[in-house]
C-alpha cells in the first residue's frame, strides 16, 4: 500500500493524470486492434501480410510448392522451444513494424544474418528426411557434403519465393486483403 501512495498525484492534478493515463492505456489499446497485434500469436500466412510490403513474399510462397505444405514461421521462426520462437517473433516483427510505421522498408525485402541462419536450420531440419540421395546412400542428410557450405537458396534460388524480388515483382497477385481498423460500432455510428 505505501508503494501506491508514493506515486499518487497532488490531489490538484488527479484528474488531469487519470484523464492522461486513460488516453495513453485508450490509444495503446487501439493500436493493438488496428496493427492486428493478436494475429501475431498465431502460425496464419495471411498476418504476414498485414503490412502491404510483404504481397509479393506471400504470393510467390503460396504459388511454390511450398505453399501447400508450410506456413511463414515453419521456415522464418526458430523450433528449439517456444521461449525461441516467441522471442525471435517480437524481435523481428517489432524491427518490421518500424520500418514501415517509419517508411523506411526496402524495395526488395532481404533477410538479416539472424533470420538466414533460422531459415538455414530450418530448411535442413524439415529436408533431412526427405533427401532421396541420402535415402539411397542410407546415410543422413547432415552427413552429405550438399551444397559445401553454402546457404541452401544460393542454389535453389526459386525456392520458395521466386526469382524477381521486390514490391513490383507481383503487382496483380491475389492477396487476402486485411479488414478495415475501423471499429464496426464506429462504421454502424457514421452511416447514420
Not at 2 to 23: C, D, E, N
Not at 41 to 49: I, N
Not at 138 to 160: D, T
Not at 182 to 189: A, N, Y
Amino acid at each position: 500500500m505505501r508503494l501506491f501512495s508514493y506515486f499518487k498525484p497532488p490531489p490538484q492534478w488527479i484528474i488531469f493524470v487519470t484523464l492522461l493515463v486513460g488516453a495513453i492505456v485508450g490509444l495503446s489499446l487501439y493500436s493493438v486492434y488496428v496493427s492486428n497485434a493478436v494475429s501475431y500469436l498465431s502460425d496464419d500466412p495471411k498476418t504476414c501480410v498485414n503490412c502491404h510490403v510483404m504481397m509479393p513474399e506471400y504470393a510467390t510462397w503460396r504459388h511454390s510448392s511450398h505453399g501447400r505444405v508450410t506456413t511463414c514461421n515453419d521456415c522464418h521462426v526458430p523450433h528449439t522451444n517456444p521461449v525461441a520462437k516467441y522471442v525471435f517473433k517480437a524481435k523481428d516483427g517489432l524491427g518490421h513494424a518500424t520500418a514501415f510505421t517509419l517508411h523506411s522498408e526496402p524495395q526488395v525485402i532481404k533477410m538479416r544474418p539472424a533470420g538466414q541462419a533460422v531459415v538455414q536450420e530450418n530448411c535442413v531440419r524439415c529436408h533431412a528426411g526427405t533427401n532421396q540421395k541420402a535415402k539411397a546412400l542410407n546415410v543422413s542428410f547432415a552427413e552429405i557434403k550438399h551444397g559445401q557450405g553454402k546457404l541452401c537458396w544460393q542454389c535453389h534460388r526459386e525456392v520458395p519465393h521466386g526469382r524477381v524480388k521486390g514490391l513490383t515483382s507481383t503487382p496483380n497477385a491475389r492477396v487476402p486483403v486485411p479488414g478495415s481498423p475501423v471499429p464496426q460500432w464506429l462504421t454502424d455510428i457514421l452511416k447514420k
